[in-house]
């Protein structure tokens, strides 16, 4: 396995559209990082420069101590599983997983051996005679995944692979490929748009918006202290709440203030603001971190809400705001009846209006 660094990575198409923006970050030597974000935002774009399937515009991709530039795909020593699995259709099972290692002459035996080891390390031993059109999506991501194991690449890209597939098998495949990683130990860089797929699969997050990285981080850190209110909204579900306002002084202490309420802030944040410019800011809050209660700092309206079984989730709007409180599963207030909400300050983030930086980290 191979250590993976990009070092001010761009990439420009014809007409000046921006694909890549200066990307810079490192997957270290076994480590599983996840390449999160938007339709349409780079993240593809970022995982075939690696793979070597577009041509960078300028900066530098190393693969180990190997600039890989100007090699080709064949010979950086990557194995990429795909969106559409990319099976041949006219071959069985057995004969996909190995055609990769006949073509690079490895013998017989040995490729034996691999497809085997692999077969059993996915489950799919009874499957190695069977076509790919006699196979579930799950099995044929499973072949698919058994076709990259083989090759005992330095790095495995994996390209939106769980996508194709229900709900409860992408539940299934996320916990087989966690386990899949534990074993193998490999250097993997894994495209989604998924924010479930990266906060259960990731060691490390590298969040990209319109081309550009926004935060990297590993998932816990990115959910509780996002760099800037654009990863705050796309980390979390449902998002973070926000509200728009301004920060004010009063006898000393410091309030977030907006028309429809007031609250202090915690003098283990607030002094982190008092040297910023009072100026507009968005208060953010996730839904779980509010409570329904006889008091609070807000006094809003039932709009409904969604029973999930383990938990309510209760829409709420007032005057200028609409926002998301999540509940026990327990008997929800009534749609149209106003309610009281309490905010835990000490989970507040406050960000710049117009920047989207938080100032609270």
Do not use: W
């Not at 995982?47 to 010979?75: C, F, Q, W």
């Not at 796309?234 to 709440?241: A, E, H, K, L, Y």
């Not at 309420?261 to 208060?283: G, R, Y």
């Amino acid at each position: 396995m191979a250590e993976v660094r990009l070092i001010e990575v761009t990439k420009i198409y014809d007409k000046g559209v921006v694909g890549v923006k200066n990307a810079t970050f490192t997957v270290k030597d076994g480590e599983f990082c996840v390449i999160l974000g938007p339709s349409g935002c780079g993240k593809t774009t970022t995982l075939r420069l690696i793979a070597g399937l577009e041509t960078i515009t300028s900066g530098d991709i190393y693969i180990g101590d190997k600039k890989v530039n100007n090699v080709p795909p064949k010979d950086r020593d990557i194995a990429m599983v795909f969106q559409n699995y990319a099976l041949y259709p006219h071959m069985n099972v057995y004969d996909n997983m190995a055609f990769g290692l006949k073509m690079r002459k490895i013998p017989k035996h040995e490729i034996h051996q691999r497809v085997l080891k692999a077969a059993k390390m996915l489950g799919i031993e009874a499957l190695l005679d069977r076509k790919p059109k006699e196979l579930s999506g799950g099995q044929r991501q499973r072949v698919a995944l058994g076709r990259a194991i083989v090759r005992e690449p330095k790095v495995f890209l994996f390209d939106e692979p769980l996508s194709n597939l229900d709900a409860k098998m992408r539940v299934k495949m996320r916990a087989e490929l966690s386990r899949l990683h534990k074993e193998l130990h490999a250097t993997s860089i894994y495209v989604t748009h998924d924010q479930v797929e990266a906060m259960t699969l990731a060691n490390k997050i590298v969040l990209i918006n319109k081309g550009e990285i926004q935060q990297i981080a590993d998932p816990l850190t990115m959910y509780h202290k996002p760099a800037n209110r654009f990863v705050a909204g796309f980390i979390g579900s449902p998002p973070m709440n926000f509200f728009e306002g301004t920060l004010v002084e009063e006898n000393g202490a410091l309030y977030f203030k907006s028309e429809d309420f007031k609250v202090a802030i915690p003098e283990n944040k607030a002094h982190l603001l008092k040297l910023k410019d009072t100026h507009s800011v968005i208060l953010g809050i996730r839904p779980e971190n509010m409570r329904v209660q006889s008091v609070g700092e807000i006094i809003a309206t039932v709009d409904f809400h969604e029973t999930l079984g383990n938990e309510i989730l209760l829409y709420l709007s007032t005057e200028h705001f609409k926002f998301i409180v999540r509940m026990e599963p327990i008997e929800p207030p009534a749609s149209g009846s106003k309610i009281a909400v309490k905010l835990n300050l000490e989970k507040i983030h406050i960000f710049d209006a117009e920047r989207g930086k938080n100032l609270t980290i």
